[in-house]
């Protein structure tokens, strides 16, 4: 632990303190400054009153139960997350209001459903899904561009109750084909392939790719995206989707689930290689989920609320797809880049939709601060009254653009902490009752408690750099790392002991309670808001014949907030170049996806390593952020990181 304490900063920030505007303050859906006592003196009250908004079938008997770490939530309750999404809010009048639009990439192409709609579909894809054998408890992998039906797989497959396990369409075939090989998934849900910036890309080359291994999979349903473009089936594994959903019934009776069987896994990168599979559940996952959409953003039965995130995160499982359709709001999703056709692409969503609510990445803030005004400035963002953000820590200068130029100096800004683990907001404001701070996620939600430990385990007083805690189970919290419970144990609660949560973050409390969380302290980076492993980079690097060794660390990024940069020492007396440099980030990129490519190469002779060999990534680090690496003296080779540096100069 103590090694990791030099990562994090200190620095007090002078920033500007916004109070909610009096009109939006007056008509917040929470607006009373009680409601933090309240929910901290009677949390397990105070989640059941936010579980009583949902439709269950047979009510709890048990609001929690806590055995460190192992949380049950409204422990026997039964619910069915895709009827609270869509079946309830038809049979309460609102039929007719729309669920979901969809914003393909090329201009002329949308589709609204209204909720009657969604629920047809729905129940057409989880009956499709029955035909192919899928049952409750198996779990069905998408792997999927932003369409349409992803988000109502998701909801067909929560009907049936078959956990879903979505991977990012950008990962590589290798990625899927593991998280296939881990979840034993029987049926892949993909696509030909999608429409990025004005280009066809192809997907099934990649799904078809990661079938080969992945013996689990007997049914693949492909989503004919690209007018079924030159691919061919398998006539007796693979189905079109339109040619599954074609004839199906559009009555399908939700299961009735458990509060705490799996609604779905969702990998993410960890310290090793290997990726974590991480597991919620229904019940909780709901409660937390709807109440924190509600709530953090404000959401009133018209509004036009848009998650800019791609549902392959838990940004978009949690807030484009549950949270807010369990609400019954009306949820926008976009197919494609920021920047086609024009760099002005979000505004004129906005403004064609009429957005209110827009919850967004610093990562995408700090692009379009770079394009400058004159995009937004296009297009009529009048409509909004709501900003978010959500990620990464968004720097103050970002967050003052992200106001004064989107949110025309009106809107509050929510700068929502959380994480895939946590599946729900966990550190935010609410809009009608904090004073916001640029930079600053301000405070856990009502009832929850978070802390800032030194290595030792000791609450650290104001304004000092530690480790971001959270002290209380919360409903929409991971249950486990999938078949790997001595992990989830390692990983979350060994650091402090089983009833308290490590994070990963470093952090800071202010002098005010308020909460600046500087980034992960581990060794997962986090490029322009997505999270990758440096070990599974680096692994991916040895895999290349020419590699010896291999060390990724982060280098900070204006843009990116880091990008990946690999020191390599190649094999024998193999020389680096360009084209070597070149050849191994494909190769990255091919074993991970785009995303994972190291933005450089450095080749070495040597790495900085301790006696016992160990690489010191904390030095190369440094060394990327043009910072004082301190004393070298412990090390084996000490010359070494003048020489790194000499040549980074
Ligand atoms: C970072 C995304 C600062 C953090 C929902 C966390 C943030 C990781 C913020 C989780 C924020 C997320 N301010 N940092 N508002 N939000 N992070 O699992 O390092 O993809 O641990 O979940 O993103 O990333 P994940």
């Not at 500007?16 to 006592?37: G, L, T, V």
């Not at 079109?240 to 990998?267: A, G, N, Q, R």
């Not at 940004?315 to 807010?324: D, R």
């Not at 074993?591 to 904390?618: H, N, Q, V, Y």
């Amino acid at each position: 632990m103590a090694e990791k304490e030099s990562h994090i900063k200190t620095t007090l920030e002078d920033t500007n303190i916004y109070p909610p505007p009096e009109e939006f303050k007056k008509n917040a859906n929470i607006n009373d400054p009680e409601i933090y006592k309240y929910a901290e003196e009677n949390y397990e009250e105070f989640w059941a009153e936010r579980a009583e908004k949902l439709d269950w079938y047979e009510k709890w008997d048990k609001v929690l139960e806590w055995n460190p770490p192992y949380a049950k939530w409204f422990v026997n309750g039964k619910i069915n997350a895709s009827y609270n999404c869509v079946d309830r809010h038809v049979e309460n009048g609102k039929g007719d209001k729309t669920a979901l639009i969809w914003e393909g990439e090329p201009t002329d192409e949308s589709k609204k459903l209204t909720f009657s709609e969604l629920q047809d579909e729905v129940s057409k894809f989880a009956n499709g899904l029955k035909e192919l054998g899928v049952g409750k408890g198996d779990i069905v992998t998408f792997y999927l561009p932003m369409v349409p039906e992803l988000a109502i797989g998701l909801l067909a497959c929560a009907r049936i109750g078959a956990p879903h396990s979505v991977v990012f369409g950008g990962f590589s075939p290798k990625a899927l084909r593991d998280r296939l090989q881990d979840s034993k998934s029987k049926v892949l849900v993909t696509a030909d392939g999608y429409y990025r910036r004005g280009k066809k890309l192809k997907m099934w080359e990649n799904a078809t790719d990661a079938l080969e291994g992945a013996d689990s999979v007997e049914k693949v349903v492909v989503v004919d995206r690209l007018e079924r473009d030159d691919i061919s089936l398998e006539e007796d594994r693979d189905v079109y989707y339109h040619d599954l959903v074609e004839d199906k019934s559009t009555e399908c009776e939700p299961e009735k689930m458990d509060s705490e069987d799996m609604l779905f896994l969702m990998y993410t990168s960890g310290t090793t290689g290997k990726p974590k599979g991480v597991v919620h559940t229904t019940g909780g996952y709901l409660t937390g989920t709807s109440t924190t959409h509600k709530w953090v953003f404000d959401i009133k039965d018209d509004d036009m609320y848009w998650c800019t995130a791609d549902i392959g995160w838990i940004t978009g499982h949690s807030y484009i797809v549950y949270g807010p359709l369990a609400n019954g709001a009306t949820t926008i999703m976009y197919e494609g880049s920021p920047d086609y056709p024009d760099k002005d692409r979000f505004w004129q969503i906005v403004e064609k939709y009429g957005v209110t609510v827009l919850y967004t990445a610093p990562t995408a803030i700090r692009l379009f601060m770079k394009w400058g005004k004159k995009y937004p400035e296009r297009c009529d963002l009048s409509t909004l009254r709501l900003l978010g953000s959500v990620g990464e820590p968004i720097n103050p200068s970002a967050w003052e653009w992200y106001r004064d130029v989107i949110g025309s100096g009106k809107c509050p800004i929510v700068d929502t902490w959380w994480q895939t683990e946590t599946g729900m907001i966990l550190i935010t404001p609410l809009p009608g009752l904090t004073d916001l701070k640029p930079g600053s996620a301000t405070r856990p939600f009502p009832g929850l408690k978070a802390d800032i430990y030194d290595a030792g385990g000791k609450s650290l007083p104001a304004n000092q750099g530690g480790y971001l805690v959270i002290n209380r189970p919360w409903p929409a919290m991971l249950r486990t790392l999938y078949e790997d419970p001595e992990r989830y144990e390692q990983t979350y609660w060994s650091e402090y002991g089983p009833d308290v949560y490590f994070a990963g973050d470093g952090a800071r409390v202010d002098q005010d309670g308020y909460f600046w969380v500087v980034g992960r302290i581990d060794d997962v980076l986090n490029v322009a808001g997505h999270r990758l492993s440096t070990m599974e980079m680096e692994s991916a690097l040895v895999d290349h014949e020419a590699v010896a060794e291999a060390a990724v660390v982060g280098k900070p990024d204006d843009l990116k907030g880091h990008v990946p940069v690999a020191y390599v020492i190649l094999e024998g007396d193999r020389k680096g170049s360009d084209e070597l440099a070149q050849e191994l980030r494909a190769h990255v990129g091919k074993i991970i996806g785009p995303i994972g490519k190291p933005a450089a190469i450095r080749f070495s002779e040597d790495l900085p390593k301790t006696r016992s060999g160990k690489i010191m990534r904390r030095i190369l680090k440094k060394l990327e952020a043009g910072e004082d690496y301190g004393d070298t003296s412990t090390l084996r080779n000490p010359d070494i990181v003048e020489q790194l540096k000499s040549k980074l100069e």
